[in-house]
Each structure stands twice: as C-alpha cells, then as structure tokens.
C-alpha cells in the first residue's frame, strides 16, 4: 500500500482554508496552526482527526510529519519556510516564499541541502488554460512571441501588509516567465499608494526581456472591471486567457501583421478565424496539491519549482525597487 504523506499546516485565513480541504483529500492532514483561537476552534470542528496548535514548533517536533504547507501572510513566510526546512519537513509555500532574492536562493539552497522539497504555491502555473498557452508557444502556433500583457484589476480586495505588485502581480509574473522561458532584462514599475501609506493600490508593470520580446502587467484592487486576463501577442496568431470566463476560457484569434510582396513590403493586418479550444475543468489549486505531493513522494524534480520561484522573487524585487524609486 502507497504511505499516506502527513501534512501540517500553517495559517488557517481566507486562502488556507481551501488548501487545507485539498490536502485533507489528498494526504492526511495531520496538523493546524494558526495564532488566532477563533480559527483554530473552527478548524478542530471542520478536522476533527487533525491536531491543532497555535505553536508551529509542535508541527516540526512531530518526527512523523512528512511536509509543511505555508499559507500565513507574504513577510513571514521566508521565516517559517526556513525553520521547516532546517527541521527536515518538506515545504509546500503560498507565494512568493521570500520578499528579497537572496532570501529566497537560501531556502533553495537549503532545501537542496536537506534533501527536500521547496514548492511555491504559483497557483496559475497548474491552470490547464496556462498548460495550453504553452503548449501553443512552444509548439511555434503563435510564430515568435512579441508581447505577453496581464489585466489583473477589480474593485478590493484591498490589503494592508502587501502591494498590488507582491499581492497580484506575483501570479502574471510567474506565467509570463515560465510561457516565455526568459528572465528579464529590464524592469520598471509604477504605481501609488492611495489609501494605505506606502502599499501601492495601482501598479503598472514593464519587461523587455533578452530576446526583445516585452511585457506589461496592470494590477489594481481600485478598478471598476474585474479581469484575470492574459493576452500573448504572436506574429502569426494572437491568445487570450481570460478565467472570468466560464467556458472559453482561451480565445485563439487568426489576427496577424502581413507583409504582402506585391505592395513593396508594406505591412498589413489579416483577420481570420476565432476559436476557443477545450479547457479541462480541473481545479488548479488540486493539480497543485497533487504536485507536491508527487514531488514528496520522489516523483520529479523536486527542486525545479524552487529554482522557478527563486527567478520570479528575482525579477519582483527589481520591480519593487524600481516602484519605490520612482518619483511620486
Ligand atoms: N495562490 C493564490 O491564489 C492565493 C490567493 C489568496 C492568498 N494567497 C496567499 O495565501 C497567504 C495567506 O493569505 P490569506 O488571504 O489566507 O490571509 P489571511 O490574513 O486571511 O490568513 C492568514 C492567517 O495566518 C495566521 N497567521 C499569521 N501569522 C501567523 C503565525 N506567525 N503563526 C500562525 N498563524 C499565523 C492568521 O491568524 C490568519 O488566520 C498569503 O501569502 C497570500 O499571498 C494565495
């Protein structure tokens, strides 16, 4: 019989709840932890087989436990992820692990030397819309690549200890790098703070990355459209994944630049079909889930994810220079 992996969690908020009803199909959910009773009386009703601390030290004391699933807010979690490591768990960690590059390439590092495995928890990279948008790129459907831009805009949730760039733009980021296989050359970021000091509501986001291609990333919780759209400019075909839609959530449009030789080379544009390709309906948070624990179980490269995640910390710490370095 397979063994069950044993998995404890940390941070019982609006997003852990629905990793804690993933893990809890998918392994055995073990441990709780959160610092505020309330929760913990909430779970212990809904888990009833899992203990529950407000202590995370009793989680690593627990020489059983297997793995350790990360979901309090973004500025402890290079903390917590460490002290998982070191105590030998492996790390299951909501985005981004790390606020500072150099935090980030020492849990890396030190996952590789524990032997364990460090996830990010890139939600949209287990989308199956995402999966399509690559396998279009590589397959060369699109012709060369120009431009990859992402709306991600609606009216809240405004939050307090994270910015528009490390509350949002952390999820564009890490699709844009993984469809285009590129770190950026040049970043810049602008944005303001307008109703919390010093936590950006609005932020505009720019990438040139070495090949020329370029994208652009506009994210807000002060807007009047909700949008989760990523749109991929290509020379021969154009995409856009929009997951506010229910059914066609990827749109291929025939639209394309053309440069006919009877006009001297002039450029011209040529619009054909627009389709919309099945997309399986699978819950991405649960394909995730089931990757770490693959990667637990010694299927796959178990630190790919890590190395992937330490890229996106990179470029959105160039990014946040660059926002705060701007003139206001
Ligand atoms: N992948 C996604 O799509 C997605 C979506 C939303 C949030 N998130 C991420 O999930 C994380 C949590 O977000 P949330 O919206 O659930 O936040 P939240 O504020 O609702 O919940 C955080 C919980 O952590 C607890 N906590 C904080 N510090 C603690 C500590 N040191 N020890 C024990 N408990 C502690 C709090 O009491 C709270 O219950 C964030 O990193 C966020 O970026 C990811």
Same mark, same amino acid.
């Given at each position: 019989?397979e063994?069950v ?5 940390i941070g019982l908020?609006a997003?852990?709840?629905?990793l804690?009803?993933n893990?809890?199909?998918l ?7 959160d610092a505020?009773?309330e929760k913990?009386r909430e ?12 202590d995370f030290r009793d ?9 350790v699933v990360?979901?309090?807010?973004v500025?402890t ?5 460490k002290t998982?490591l ?7 960690v909501?985005k981004?692990?790390?606020?500072? =590059?150099?935090?980030?390439e020492?849990?890396?590092?030190l996952a #590789?030397e524990?032997?364990r495995?460090l996830m990010?928890? #890139?939600?949209?990279?287990?989308h ?13 459907e699109?012709?060369d690549?120009?431009?990859v831009?992402?709306n991600?805009?609606?009216l809240g949730?405004?939050?307090k200890?994270?910015n ?5 733009g ?8 993984y469809l285009?296989?590129?770190?950026? =050359? ?5 944005g303001? =703070?307008f109703l ?6 609005i932020?505009?986001?720019y990438?040139r990355f ?5 994208a652009?990333? #506009?994210?807000?919780?002060l807007d ?7 749109t991929v400019?290509?020379?021969?075909k154009m995409?856009?994944f929009d997951d ?5 959530k990827?749109?291929?449009y025939?639209?394309a630049?053309w440069q006919?030789? =009877?006009?001297?080379?002039e450029?011209?544009?040529r619009?054909?079909d627009?389709?919309?390709?099945k997309?399986p309906?699978?819950?991405p948070?649960?394909?995730?889930g089931?990757?770490?624990?693959r990667?637990?179980?010694?299927d796959g490269d178990a630190l790919?994810a890590?190395?992937?995640g330490?890229?996106v910390?990179?470029?959105l ?8 370095a701007?003139?206001?």
């Open positions: 019989m063994a992996t044993r998995v404890g969690q908020g997003w852990g709840k629905n804690a009803r893990f809890d199909q392994g055995e959910l073990a441990w709780l932890c505020d009773a913990r779970f212990t009703v809904r888990y009833p087989k899992a203990r529950v601390t407000g989680l690593l004391g627990d020489p059983k436990l297997d793995a990360i979901a309090t807010p500025p979690h290079y903390e917590l992820a998982a070191e105590a030998g768990k492996h790390v299951f909501e981004p692990p790390a606020m500072r =590059a150099h935090e980030m020492e849990l890396c590092e #590789h524990q032997g495995v990010p928890g #890139h939600l949209l990279l287990y199956p819309a995402v999966a399509k948008l690559k396998r279009l790129i590589d397959a060369g699109l012709g690549v120009l431009c831009y992402s991600r805009q609606n949730v405004i939050r200890h994270e528009a760039l490390l509350s949002l952390v999820h564009d980021l890490s699709v844009i790098l285009l296989g590129e770190e950026p =050359a040049e970043v810049w970021a602008h303001n =703070a919390n000091e010093g936590v950006e509501d932020v505009f986001c990438l070495p090949s020329g291609k370029i652009h990333m #506009h994210l807000s919780w009047p459209h909700k949008m989760r759209k990523i400019v290509g020379k021969e995409v856009v506010m839609e229910l059914e066609r990827v749109t291929i025939e639209k630049p006919p030789s =009877a006009d001297w080379g450029w011209q544009t619009s054909g627009i389709f919309s390709p997309i309906n699978d819950e948070l649960r394909l995730e089931e990757h770490f624990l990667l637990v179980a010694g790919r890590a190395y992937d330490l890229a910390v990179q470029a710490e160039q990014l946040q220079a660059s926002l705060v701007a003139p206001a």
